[in-house]
């Protein structure tokens, strides 16, 4: 018998053991990325076998944020790929002005580099003071360094190359105070901001939105996940709504992709149908 | 008993890594019955350049990798910048965007450990040019899962440093110049019967 298929064994027991014990589901991700963040997280834990970090999560329900943030590993960057920051600029905050509010979801916000980009947007679109964005993980450490909008300084020259390339108008600089080694980004990028937990799992529709953002993160979703995530965000979109996912992303595999149709194919930027 | 056709040929190129692609890639045999997929490390942010820079040398169909599609016998396949590149077990391609490894994304171990686990025994892994180690523990995964390893001879490598790491580590079943490579690729995944070679 191969060792991967003794490790497949233990990678379902562990997802078992998760989803029994707490809930927590991802018998749906896809298994190739899935299998790689569990052995990381066994090796994390000092665990020689998969099936040990079962046992110690089990019986040390305190690890579990620790467990669900070594899960999800989220990496972002400020205005990654700017020519979608540049076609969400063009193409899509000039039709949304005509709405007397507006409403963003982000879901999968991680550390939060992607909504701040959203906000200063926003903000140079003259829209920030009608919006409301919507920030949502399922990863509670993640929404906690989200929240505090704090970033590492080495990272700011390629954010700022990113924001200068996306069409950003003024320096990314007047966003943010530089502290030794950090980044903080101004506060003001956060009144109209919720961060909230939300499992796109297993959590249902909590606002009516204009915009949606989810880039990269269904691409750790088997395609019956994808798609139930897909519908989610249907029946959160108005009518006309858009949706931007990561832009090498594909949806063809999923029924509820009907009720999208691409405005930006490059940017993977949709349109909702109606129904 | 023989040991299984490859279906898969898995490639990593690092630096210098375009010049011998184009050179691999020129000698394959059009009718090639495996599919063959390349991590190659750029600093570009759109592979599709690098395709077309290929393909003008390859007989082959050469494109960047789709997420979700399923890959097909004689076509090439490239990973996009940026992203990891997987294999799922159900040989469909998978994407991630986890943290880079070894300054790398996309990576050669992830390609080849996810590849070996996909098709074992009938994956056949290629480790070429390069200025680092990545390929080098994906190669060992290859090979602990019967799969055929087959690194550049380190005198023929425009850079070394990659194809040495990846013997020191895994070993190698065949370790060739460039034109040697393509000439085995092409007799272990040629066409089946040879009597239907119509050059014959």
Redesign the interface.
Known sequence: M???SIEDIEIELFVHALKRRFGHDFSNY????L???VRLLARQFKCDHISDLASKVLHNPQLLPDVIAGLS?P??EMFRDPPVFRALRDEVLPRLASYPEINIWQAGCAFGQEVYSLAILLKEAGLYERSHIYATDFNDVALARAQEGIFAARDAKLYSRNYQEGGGTRSLSDYYHARYEFIKMDESLKERITFANHNLVCDSVFCEAHLIICR?VL??FN?ELQDHVLKLFSDSLVRGGYLCI?N???I??SASATDFMAIDRQSRIYRRMPH | MDSPRPTCIVIGASAGGIGALRILLSRMDPRLCAMIVIVSHTGSTDMRNFCDVLAEQSALPIEEA????RPQPGHVYVA?S???L????DGRF??????KIGFSRPSID?LF??A???F?PTLAAIVLTGANSDGAAGLLRVR??GGLAIVQDPDDAEIDTMPRAALELAGADHCLDLRSMATLVNSLCGPRDESEDPLR
């Open positions: 191969f060792r991967s896809a298994p190739a990325s299998k790689r963040r590993v990496v972002s990269n691409i750790y395609d990561g090498r992303e594909n063809q595999f | 789709c997420e979700r599609t996009p940026g992203y990891h997987l294999f799922e077990p998978g994407f991630s965007v986890d943290s992830v450990e996810s070996a686990e996909a074992g602990e899962l």
